[in-house]
């Protein structure tokens, strides 16, 4: 969706006006929001999602009413589907705003057999790791079977609008 704030120097805008291909394309979105899973180049476990605004808005302290009131419920039911999906009993929702000034929050399932080195904040050593090469990131293959489930989930029973 292009919205009217677009900036076409942001590559979140380009990502929800489908100007940029996602893996997986975009797994749900309604009006204010899209979910899409990283690229299994940067994915360092399978069901590494964002979660972005439609329109170019920093973060929570810039959202209108609207986003403000639907925020919530609509993470809850994206993090518990992504709880369901992938077996993971947790997701950890991390959001900085220093890459791209346009509202993105990591939805990342921590799995049971995730190393503990990798768990809570290690997660961004293992993210770091994967993007270096030092660790394989996932494959497209395990990025497209995670965002089909997903994506038959969620149209099952969408988040709340």
């Known amino acids: 969706m292009k919205h009217d704030s677009y900036d076409a120097s942001c590559s979140i805008c380009e990502a929800s006006a ?19 899973h990283l690229p299994s180049s940067e994915a360092a476990v399978a069901g590494w999602l964002l979660f972005c605004t439609h ?7 810039h959202f209108n009413d609207e986003e403000a009131t639907a925020f919530g419920p609509v993470l809850r039911h994206i993090s518990r589907t992504l709880e369901d999906v992938t077996g993971a009993p947790r997701v950890y929702l991390v959001a900085f705003g220093e890459s791209y000034p346009h509202m993105h929050a990591h939805l990342i399932p921590r799995y049971s057999d995730l190393s503990p080195e990798y768990t809570a904040f290690g997660v961004a050593d293992l993210a770091r790791a994967v993007k270096s090469g030092a660790e394989p990131g996932v494959s497209e293959e395990d990025v497209l079977a995670v965002t089909a489930k997903l994506q038959e989930a969620l149209k099952a029973d969408p988040p709340p609008s």
């Open 18 to 36: 489908g100007d940029v291909s996602i893996p997986g394309e975009v797994i749900w979105e309604d009006k204010h929001w899209f979910v899409r």
């Open 55 to 61: 329109r170019h808005v920093q973060g929570p302290a």
